[in-house]
């Protein structure tokens, strides 16, 4: 079976609960691996097919905090084979809505992965239309 991993940073957790939906989704076509950022090392994503990072936004439009570490190592990886996407949740009060994903999203592209759909972004809590939205993102990827 193909392998996917998911890496998600959250502070309050909604993301990290976004990310336990895209789990539930892949698990039909996959074999899943959902970790925290804080817990992952840049080296396990060469074991994986695709690869799905997920962050929530602060500051002004910038990474959840957790994952300045792993995103400065992404580097040292060849992930020129890979595919992926990007989630993340935000506040569409603040500017930069959901920055975080655009982050990401380039350094991937930047790093040659093949990102295969543009990314989601949720405003706020996570409720049942998230849920719909999300589940339907996955199943498009
Ligand atoms: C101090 C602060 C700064 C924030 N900055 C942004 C921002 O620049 N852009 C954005 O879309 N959301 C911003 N947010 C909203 C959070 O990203 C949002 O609450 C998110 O759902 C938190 O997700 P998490 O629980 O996964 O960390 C900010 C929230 C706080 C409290």
């Known amino acids: 079976m193909t392998k996917a991993i998911i890496v998600y940073g959250s502070t309050t ?10 789990e539930g989704v892949l698990t ?3 074999e899943v691996k959902r970790i925290n950022v804080i817990k992952a090392e840049v080296e396990m994503l060469k074991e ?16 959840q905090e957790d994952f300045y570490e792993f995103y400065d190592n992404l580097d040292e990886v060849d992930l020129s084979a890979k595919q992926g ?3 993340g ?8 809505f959901c ?23 949720w405003d ?6 998230a849920e719909k939205q999300v ?3 996955v199943e498009n990827l």
């Open 13 to 22: 957790g909604n993301t990290e609960e976004l990310s336990e939906i895209v």
């Open 28 to 30: 039909d076509k996959y």
């Open 48 to 63: 994986f097919d695709l690869i799905l990072l997920g962050s929530s936004t602060w500051g002004s439009g910038e990474l």
């Open 85 to 87: 996407a990007v989630f």
């Open 89 to 96: 949740t935000g506040d569409e009060s603040f500017p930069e």
């Open 99 to 121: 920055g975080a994903v655009d982050i990401l999203e380039d350094k991937l592209k930047d790093l040659g992965v093949n990102v295969l759909a543009e990314g989601f972004k």
């Open 124 to 129: 706020g809590d996570i409720n049942t239309e």
């Open 135 to 137: 589940e339907n993102w």
